[in-house]
């Protein structure tokens, strides 16, 4: 019985796909060959430097082996080499199947399957529930979940409440932008009274518990019209007979790149944002759960001469979602720069204060 040498995980497991498809394009391959690919570098990187400094050298050369004997077993014959020795020997594919080991391969991506298959019915208190119940109604899935949910069987679990309101409208939404299936419905902003939208939904976007879907609709601000699904009242009806309207490639990775959150205010506009961090427990939280992609250590935490602290750098939109994660920690986190940031907390601080004072 051959071996399935893609069982696993890991840099091993890459390296026995990497060296296995390398093979099978019928031309010669080295070990160097094999690290260049891995390492992204161009061919015939390592022909004048060194391998075995390199990240993960050790896996490939315990990898190449292995498939090599793989291979032979299954076919053979159908592995040559060029004769050379040291770092230039390099091995070559004759055999005449192109992917003789396409049932292993297959059963691993169907074990892959069945193992993530497995964590979305784990999942179930992760993923909404709704979204959860419309890709798998009717299922013996759908059903075993329920069953364990019920018996406390279950053993994973989110922070946040995924009971929302129109939170059964993610599948109704993402359907629709893969379809690109322009929609019609009602529309209340709190305190406001409704009023009918006609979208093209093109990207949704959770934060904080809340689900928005952002789309070019038929009133201001057209693009990237922002509708929170708890604010959608009434039924989500099809429309046809309306070109869908397409999001530009890549305009909502850009459109998202510098804030936190959703909003985008006016007048604002990237800028350094300075936090200092007061004691070394919130410094090293900050470093492992950053506020921004762009977040930076600016000051590693200690002694200076005004006392205890470290400081972090964020290029960064201010919007009320950055606010809303300063205060969110108290007199553990300061803003020092820009000066406009620092009054806007300083103001909505003192605010705070005012209100238990009335006391």
């Known amino acids: 019985?051959?071996?399935?040498?893609?069982?696993?995980?890991?840099?091993?497991?890459?390296?026995?796909?990497?060296?296995?498809?390398?093979?099978?394009?019928r031309e010669y391959v080295s070990y160097a060959d094999i690290l260049a690919v891995y390492c992204h570098r161009p061919k015939g990187y390592y022909d004048k430097r060194t391998c075995n400094s390199e990240p993960g050298y050790g896996e490939l050369k315990k990898a190449f082996p292995e498939v090599l004997k793989t291979l032979?077993?299954?076919?053979?014959?159908?592995?040559?080499?060029?004769?050379?020795n040291g770092k230039g020997k390099a091995y070559k594919y004759i055999g005449k199947d192109d992917d003789p080991l396409a049932e292993e391969r297959?059963?691993?991506?169907?074990?892959?399957?069945?193992?993530?298959?497995?964590f979305c019915k784990a999942s179930a208190g992760i993923l909404p529930a709704s979204w959860f119940s419309a890709y798998f109604e009717n299922t013996q899935l759908l059903l075993d979940t329920h069953r364990e949910d019920?018996?406390?069987?279950?053993?994973?679990?989110?922070?946040?409440?995924?009971?929302?309101?129109?939170?059964?409208?993610?599948?109704?939404?993402?359907k629709a932008i893969t379809n690109k299936q322009v929609l019609r419905f009602s529309y209340q902003?709190?305190?406001?009274?409704?009023?009918t939208l006609t979208f093209h939904?093109?990207?949704?976007?959770?934060?904080?518990?809340?689900?928005?879907?952002?789309?070019?609709?038929?009133?201001?601000p057209y693009q990237a019209y922002n509708v929170p699904l708890d604010r959608i009242v009434g039924e989500v009806c099809e429309v046809n007979g309306v070109p869908y309207i397409p999001a530009p490639i890549g305009f909502y990775q850009d459109f998202f790149k510098n804030i936190i959150g959703v909003t985008h205010e006016k007048d604002t506009k990237v800028e350094e944002v300075i936090i200092r961090t007061k004691t070394e427990y919130q410094h090293g939280l900050l470093l492992t759960k950053p506020l921004?992609?762009?977040?930076?250590?600016k000051l590693p935490f200690g002694e200076h001469e005004d006392g205890n602290y470290g400081e972090v750098s964020l290029m960064i939109?201010?919007?009320?979602?950055?606010?809303?994660?300063?205060?969110?920690?108290?007199?553990?986190?300061?803003?020092?720069q820009p000066l406009s940031l620092r009054e806007q907390i300083k103001e909505i601080i003192m605010k705070q204060v005012e209100q238990y004072y009335l006391y």
């Not at 018996?151 to 929302?164: D, K, V, Y």
């Open 1 to 25: 019985m051959i071996k399935n040498i893609f069982v696993g995980f890991g840099t091993r497991s890459v390296f026995v796909n990497l060296i296995y498809m390398e093979l099978m394009k």
């Open 72 to 84: 032979r077993e299954v076919s053979h014959g159908c592995i040559i080499d060029n004769g050379k």
């Open 106 to 118: 297959k059963a691993i991506e169907q074990k892959r399957v069945e193992d993530y298959v497995a």
């Open 150 to 174: 019920e018996s406390g069987m279950g053993h994973i679990r989110s922070s946040l409440e995924q009971n929302l309101t129109n939170i059964d409208l993610l599948p109704v939404f993402y």
């Open 189 to 195: 902003r709190f305190g406001q009274e409704p009023f």
């Open 201 to 220: 939904p093109q990207f949704l976007k959770e934060y904080n518990g809340r689900w928005f879907v952002f789309g070019e609709a038929d009133r201001e």
């Open 292 to 297: 921004h992609h762009s977040q930076k250590e």
């Open 317 to 336: 939109e201010p919007n009320r979602e950055l606010r809303g994660r300063i205060l969110m920690y108290g007199e553990n986190l300061e803003v020092m």
